[in-house]
């Protein structure tokens, strides 16, 4: 069994410098594609507040949003394993809205949260 699936690349840049502009051109794209189902990459410095953005602009679409805390050029990155985490998630919600799919662990946008101690993204677990 395959998926269809196309990628699209809006920007590449450190999340910190990720720009109001930059959030509208990525709600724009979400919007415009035919796709119900999204994966997003994005640093985590700035993810929550990408969501946030994203979750008022595209209200009809299953968006999820995954990083890493080690960049994929680490060894020992979390890239490969948040990515293909989020796919599994993607496929199986059935309820449109924003998620934050990080290390093992997926909740809506709004009920996760950034812990300043840990570094760790935490919240309500689907």
Same mark, same amino acid.
């Given at each position: $069994? ?5 990628? &699209? /690349?809006?920007? *590449? =840049?450190?999340?910190?410098? &990720?720009?109001?502009? @930059? *959030?509208? =051109? ?6 415009? /594609? ?10 985590? +410095?700035? $993810? ?10 595209? /209200?009809? =679409?299953?968006?999820?949003? #995954? ?7 680490? =060894?020992?990155? +979390?890239? @490969? ?16 809205? &924003?998620?934050?799919? $990080? ?10 949260? *950034?812990?300043?101690?840990? @570094?760790?993204?935490?919240? #309500?677990?689907?």
């Amino acid at each position: $069994m395959g998926a269809d699936y196309h990628v &699209v /690349t809006v920007c *590449r =840049k450190d999340s910190q410098d &990720v720009t109001s502009e @930059d *959030r509208e =051109k990525l709600a724009n794209t979400c919007c415009e /594609t035919r796709s119900k189902r999204i994966l997003i990459t994005h640093g985590t +410095d700035t $993810m929550l507040e990408t969501a946030a953005f994203l979750s008022r602009r595209v /209200t009809d =679409k299953t968006i999820v949003l #995954t990083g890493a805390f080690l960049p994929e050029t680490f =060894k020992s990155t +979390d890239a @490969d394993f948040n990515v293909g985490f989020a796919l599994g998630v993607l496929s199986t919600l059935s309820t449109p809205g &924003v998620y934050i799919a $990080m290390n093992g662990q997926v909740s809506l946008w709004s009920k996760c949260t *950034r812990n300043k101690d840990t @570094d760790m993204f935490e919240g #309500t677990l689907i």
